[in-house]
């Protein structure tokens, strides 16, 4: 079946530090790839995706790339904000099965001044 | 532009109790379901719908029921709640089934079960 393995947090940084959240995922299919955000008492909001191997997707300076060989999808920002603060999910959907995500388990992101 | 409706967004549930968690998108998409929420376990899919009259069962469920009598609702049905059903439920939906499309979420629902 499909998995999605997210490192643990919580992770802290100071403001305009350098972010990585690695995320791996395994897949019977061809899978699309999403990382999703959720701030507190929020619900998830798409923070960007990418449909097939090499594919790089971006949104408000996040970066992830579709990596099919290490079957990876890690997500980066070059200097974050206190305002980045929240829990970040990556996910997959697979072949025809658009809304049977599989999430990992989220990881916690803590930015301080 | 509302996006996905989630109604209640609190609710304290007695052990045997029934209840409705409300889902509507105007969207006019064709895939909807439902997720739950668990500290250190992610969202997991409880029951989806590819189309008003069609829904099938997820990862998890069982003491759940669902219908989608129409393209805009897909309540979700607890009914004999149990603590073990105490999580945080999001609806979602997406215009197709493609992979590749956007899947939308409500801003959950937080139910607790005494």
């Known amino acids: 079946g499909n998995s999605v393995t997210q490192m643990e947090g919580p992770v802290t940084l100071s403001e305009e530090a350098f972010l990585t959240i690695n995320c791996t995922y395994t897949a019977t299919g061809y899978p699309s790839l999403f990382w999703y955000v959720q701030y507190p008492g929020e619900g998830l909001q798409l923070l960007l995706k990418?449909?097939?191997?090499?594919d790089k997707g971006s949104n408000k300076g996040f970066e992830a790339t579709y990596r099919k060989e290490t079957t990876s999808f890690h997500l980066e920002k070059g200097s974050v904000q206190v305002s980045d603060s929240a829990v970040y999910f990556c996910?997959?959907?697979?072949?025809?099965?658009?809304?049977?995500?599989?999430f990992g388990t989220g990881t916690r992101l803590q930015v301080t001044l | 532009n509302a996006g996905v409706t989630q109604t209640p967004k609190f609710q304290v549930l007695k052990t045997g109790q029934s209840m409705t968690l409300q889902c509507a998108q105007d969207?006019?998409?064709?895939?909807m379901s439902w997720y739950r929420q668990d500290p250190g376990m992610g969202l997991r899919l409880i029951h989806y719908?590819?189309?008003?009259?069609?829904?099938d069962q997820g990862e998890v469920p069982n003491g759940y029921n669902v219908s989608r009598s129409t393209t805009e609702d897909f309540p979700l049905r607890l009914l004999s709640a149990a603590p073990s059903q105490t999580s945080v439920y999001f609806c979602a939906s997406s215009r197709t089934h493609d992979s590749g499309n956007t899947i939308y979420f409500g801003e959950g629902s937080w139910l607790t079960v005494v």
């Open positions: 990418a449909t097939k191997a090499d």
């Open positions: 719908s590819v189309g008003a009259g069609i829904t």
């Open positions: 996910a997959l959907s697979d072949t025809g099965t658009a809304s049977k995500l599989t």
């Open positions: 969207m006019n998409h064709e895939y």
